[in-house]
């Protein structure tokens, strides 16, 4: 009578939760590793220092490359690698907004303001494993902050206080216990790009305590040095590499962890990223042009009137803030804009379903055209002067790029017991993540984006 009375409960709760099959495999673990930045190109690049990453990659399985989403920047992008949906559906469309009605910046990154349940509209990979009695952690996995599925975490923050805040306090506890200097967090990351390999060291260090000692269902980290040097130097430079290498160190220490916590043989290892990276050496202002066709007012730097707004994203959102006559102010911009040296693209309000986004009627944070740079162009959100393009005192990385540009696709390796070895796949994309990493723990997530990768499985 009990047993029937336990099938019966699942039964109805699965009913309930419709975004979730469930017949969830307790004694398997999936662990996903996002190197922020760690473009398609590196694996093939005999500079790139990351034997683990190979290795993982023969004894399992890759993609040449991995198709991410408009804007190709770090919290979208890491938002739909766990949601398996765009960035329409999930909600998460920058790593900032621009509010038409204060007109003022809202930003998203690292968490500073909003808890996950306020940004994220749609369940994520740990959401519904949680839901189906697995457990689940998150080491300062972006758009994470406070969520109420993860029983072991550590927000992606920039603060002391909010790390403490918002981290489990247990698990701050263990790790002071065990002489993980989680005290440290806001020293490193204030202190820029000599903080990173710290700050990757510690956030490691974490997760593989949490592997030891919990051995969750379902583990997902961020390492952010590759894409921190790759900012400051551009792609493929010495400073990118020895972050590709301490990284692939960093894996290579979770991969052991695995080992000596007995889940060797339970666990599926998924190594990817959130975008690619282009080196630019010259800044697009878009504001400097609208401003000289008289559509913005500027005092200096600041601007006093503003009918049209452009809000870099890596791409530039273009906000028509002049209701009454966005009609006829698209028109006239639009080839204006289109006709700047270093714009490769110009997508308009008809083409953001392909790009999986939503139209300002349906999302007013979203903007009325959305522009794309060539490979060596960044937009910037400069109004002063009269120069719509600028250089760089030194070459720069960039991404935030259409997700057509080719240098913004991103890495993908998968390996585990279940996974095929030496299986090769063209090109797959972001959206097929979470849905292939739930599938390997027994619960098929729905009303996806993207699909399982079955192709790489047993």
Known sequence: MRSSLLVFALAAFVAANPLLKADPAQDQHVILISVDGLAHYYFDDPKAPMPTIRKLAAEGARAKRMKTSLPTVTWPNHTTLVTGVQPGKHGVIGNSVFDRATQKEIVYLPDPVFDKDEIVKVPTVYDV???????????????????????????????????????????????????????????????????????????????????KKHKPNFLALHLVSVDAFEHATGRQTPETYAAIQDSDNHIRDIVQAVEEAGLKDKTTFIITAD???????????????????????????????????????????????????????????????????????????????????????????????????KDGYYF????????????????????????SHPLMDASFVIAGPRIKPGTVLDLISNTDVAPTASHLLGVEMQDVDGKVLSEVMR
């Open 275 to 373: 975008h690619g990276f282009i080196t630019y050496t010259k800044i697009i202002q878009p504001n400097v042009l609208l401003k000289q066709l008289g559509y913005i007012k500027a005092f200096g730097p600041r601007p006093t009137e503003r009918q049209v707004w452009s809000f870099s994203q890596g791409v530039a959102y273009i906000y028509v803030l002049d209701q009454p006559n966005k009609k006829k102010i698209i028109e006239d911009i639009t080839p204006k804009l289109a006709a700047m040296e270093g714009v490769e693209q110009v997508i308009e309000e008809k083409d953001f379903a392909q790009y999986g986004m939503q139209t300002p009627a349906e999302d007013a944070r979203m903007p009325d055209l959305i522009l794309s740079a």
């Open 380 to 403: 910037g959100n400069n109004v002063a002067g009269d120069q719509l393009i600028e250089k760089t005192d030194a070459p720069k990385g960039a991404h935030g790029y259409s997700p």
């Open 129 to 211: 494993v949680h839901q189906a009695g697995l457990s689940t952690a998150g080491i300062i996995w972006p758009a994470s902050r406070n969520a109420k599925t993860l029983d072991w975490t550590v927000p992606d923050v920039g603060t002391q206080e909010l790390f403490t805040k918002y981290g489990t306090p247990s698990l701050l506890e263990e790790c002071r216990a065990a002489g993980i200097p989680v005290d440290r967090q806001e020293e490193w990351c204030k202190a820029g790009n000599a903080g990173k390999f710290p700050r990757d060291n510690l956030y490691t260090q974490m997760a593989v305590h949490v592997i």
